[in-house]
């Protein structure tokens, strides 16, 4: 497995633990990192996934919801909605500024990796359907990251 997608299934594997077991993110990835250690550019980049991913997960899902219209996103297996969250984040808001092509391969390796036989399929097609949407999608999860910062530099609560 190349050292970013190391990273990444890293990183999907504590969101899929936050989102099962409600476990605080920090702790979740501090585990994860003692148990799979990564050299520390990578671990960074894990944690910048985590870190971008956990807050935004109402809005995500929003988007998610509206390119899968037939799956309700609480209804999806915890691990194709955690790759989806994943990826689209990380086409969207991510400061690295990965090729979508290539996010929306990784997410189809992590699908074949750690999801069922239809779940590299079924992520490939949502996140072809989000790619055609992105600009808007990037726009509006701007917004909201932007949003939850404000919220938090005055101490309010975030609004989803």
Do not use: C
């Not at 909605?81 to 990380?90: P, T």
């Not at 005055?154 to 989803?160: A, I, L, M, V």
């Amino acid at each position: 497995m190349k050292a970013r997608t190391r990273a990444r299934a890293l990183a999907l594997k504590a969101l899929y633990e936050i989102d099962l077991a409600g476990h605080p993110p920090a702790t979740v990835l501090q585990e994860r990192l003692r148990a799979e250690p990564l050299e520390p550019e990578l671990a960074a980049f894990a944690q910048q996934l985590v870190e971008g991913v956990v807050p935004l997960r109402p809005w995500l899902d929003r988007h998610i919801a509206r390119h899968a219209p037939a799956w309700p996103v609480e209804h999806l297996p915890a691990i194709e909605r955690n790759i989806l969250r994943l990826a689209l984040w990380e086409m969207a808001l991510s400061p690295e500024k990965t090729p979508t092509r290539v996010v929306v391969n990784e997410a189809v390796e992590l699908a074949k990796a750690f999801g069922s036989e239809s779940t590299p399929r079924f992520v490939n097609g949502v996140l072809g359907s989000i790619a055609r949407d992105l600009d808007t999608i990037r726009q509006d999860l701007q917004q909201a990251a932007k949003m939850m910062m404000d919220d938090v530099a005055t101490g309010e609560q975030p609004e989803e």
